[in-house]
């Protein structure tokens, strides 16, 4: 049967848009309706004739309504094979079921934190009946929202809904299902636990102008949750000026984000394929600016800028001079958006209204496309401000000393691995990211800083095999490192920073990052 002729329809839902032209439309094709509930009382109310359930079934619905359709007729006129099945004068057939669910998305996305709210809009008989409708595609339409109306309606009135429509429309609500349910899963569950299954709801907030590259498309998908929590809303509403995101920009503007949330007030961050190139952190966000600018004047071109703080007029006009694709704030003055406006490519993003939450990103694990699925693991959340520092040399880091390492070990935590950051009065000179070996790494970030690195301070994600590392860095001037520790040849590099009267730090904790 390759066009479906729909004789008998179950109409119950939960949002009525555009349902009474609809049914309207099927009582003129002599369709017999069955409903339920309100749906039944707003066709009746519009002379729409149908059939209530209870009349179908021979059973009064029952718990407030909860238990209606869970019948063998409904379930049998839904799954029965035509072709095949015995015909029973107690079934009747149904061959569309028009169905939407129980607004449960919309109870957790308004920061509902009630378990029985929520366990109450958790619809049962909605999917029991999309899920029999979607199996038995070949004999049933499954129609599970009010956008395949205009559809549904054209393909009835030419003859019948086809396979082709009925089969998208089956894995549709079996898309639609698993979604709803993953939703349940992840509200209802610890939010960290690894489970032995896992199901993660992901709803798509808008299309990105294209992928890594141009030729690859690419769409932006976020894990529902409430107003307050829904930090996707940041890449839409929170972007001021400028021309839509890519793929690339929202990874750039992630770690821009991620590293902010490391930094104290007034930092200011610059990025480049999601790498920092620049950081800094003074007193006011105009000289952070500044300071970060100035440790890599070549790299900022075409970056991003983040700041942990408010632009004004004055970082406003440094920031116009630089081609610059985004800039973040958590604000911009009147005078400063005058000023970033006039550039008509920069895109402006704004997380004032998400400060509470945009450095936390807790919400699941961090995961990574691999080979045939997909790796998850916890959030990297320490950081060396607050990790307790093993001084492990004779020459003891000096206090400016001390606050330049953890400044540096900080930005290390965010740097491709292998990697390697120079850094001297809370400012980057120079970064090493994403080598084979750390001893490289070392040397890019040293070449990087130049004559700068005399008298800066190194810090490195993880441990130094061997010494050559050290001793590199003793040519160049560094005069303090800070890495993890935990070789078996930790004694070695420990050695030469005593014979080269550098101070090293310890912290215990590896920040690989890959």
């Known amino acids: 049967m390759s066009k479906l002729k729909v004789k008998r329809a179950l109409i119950s839902v939960y949002y009525k848009d555009n349902l009474i032209p609809f049914a309207k439309f099927l009582q003129s094709k002599g369709i ?19 059939i209530p359930i209870e009349e179908f079934t021979g059973v009064k619905e029952f718990f407030g309504g909860r238990v209606k359709t869970l019948h063998p007729f409904v379930h049998g006129g839904i799954l029965s094979k035509r072709d095949k099945e015995a015909k029973n004068s107690e079934i009747k057939n149904i061959d569309m079921v028009v169905v939407n669910l129980y607004p449960f998305e919309n109870l957790v996305l308004s920061g509902e934190k009630s378990i029985d709210k929520l366990i109450e809009m958790i619809d049962i008989g909605g999917p029991t009946m999309l899920r029999a409708a979607s199996k038995n595609f070949k004999y049933v339409c499954p129609v599970p929202s009010p956008a395949y109306y205009d559809l549904i309606m054209k393909e009835i009135s030419s003859g019948g809904i086809t396979k082709e429509t009925r ?21 209802l569950l610890p939010q960290n636990d690894f489970n032995n ?6 709803f798509k907030e808008f299309e990105l102008r294209y992928g890594e590259n141009p030729h690859q498309t690419s769409a932006y998908y976020s894990i529902p949750g409430s107003k307050e929590e829904k930090i996707s809303d940041f890449f839409t509403e929170g972007k001021l000026h400028g021309k839509e995101l890519s793929y690339n920009n929202i990874q750039d503007i992630s770690a821009a984000m991620r590293i902010l949330g490391d930094l104290p007030q007034e930092s200011c961050i610059v990025i480049k394929h999601s790498n920092p190139c620049g950081a800094a952190c003074r007193k006011k966000i105009h000289e952070s600016f500044l300071a970060a600018y100035a440790g890599d004047p070549v790299s900022i071109f075409g970056g991003i800028v983040g700041f942990k703080g408010d632009v004004n007029k004055t970082t406003a006009e440094v920031l116009s001079k630089i081609f610059l694709e985004i800039i973040i704030a958590k604000s911009f003055d009147k005078d400063a958006l005058e000023i970033l406006t006039k550039k008509k490519n920069v895109r402006l993003m704004e997380y004032k209204n998400w400060e509470k939450t945009i450095f936390s990103d807790n919400k699941i694990f961090d995961a990574k496309r691999v080979v045939d699925g997909f790796i998850f693991q916890a959030k990297d959340n320490k950081t060396a401000l607050h990790e307790n520092l093993k001084i492990v040399t004779k020459t003891k880091p000096k206090n400016n000393q001390l606050h330049d390492l953890k400044f540096a070990q900080t930005i290390a935590k965010h740097v491709k691995s292998n990697a390697i950051v120079i850094v001297k009065d809370n400012m980057i000179l120079g970064v090493g990211a994403g080598q084979m070996n750390r001893v490289t790494a070392a040397k890019i970030a040293l070449d990087w800083a130049g004559d700068k690195a005399k008298g800066a301070v190194m810090a490195s994600d993880a441990f130094f095999p061997m010494d050559d590392t050290v001793r590199l860095a003793g040519e160049k001037g560094i005069n303090a490192i800070i890495q993890p520790g935990g070789s078996v040849r930790d004694k070695d590099s420990i050695k030469a920073c005593n014979e080269l009267d550098i101070a090293m730090v310890f912290t215990g904790i590896r920040h690989f990052l890959h």
């Not at 409903?35 to 707003?42: D, H, I, K, N, P």
């Not at 089969?167 to 509200?187: G, H, M, W």
């Not at 299954?197 to 992901?202: D, F, G, N, R, S």
């Open 32 to 50: 017999e309706i069955i409903s339920t509930g309100g749906t039944f009382r707003l066709l009746k109310e519009n002379d729409i004739k149908c």
């Open 167 to 187: 089969l998208k429309l089956s894995a549709e609500v079996f898309n639609l299902i698993s979604y709803y349910d993953a939703l349940i899963a992840r509200t």
């Open 197 to 202: 299954k896992m199901a993660i709801p992901l």
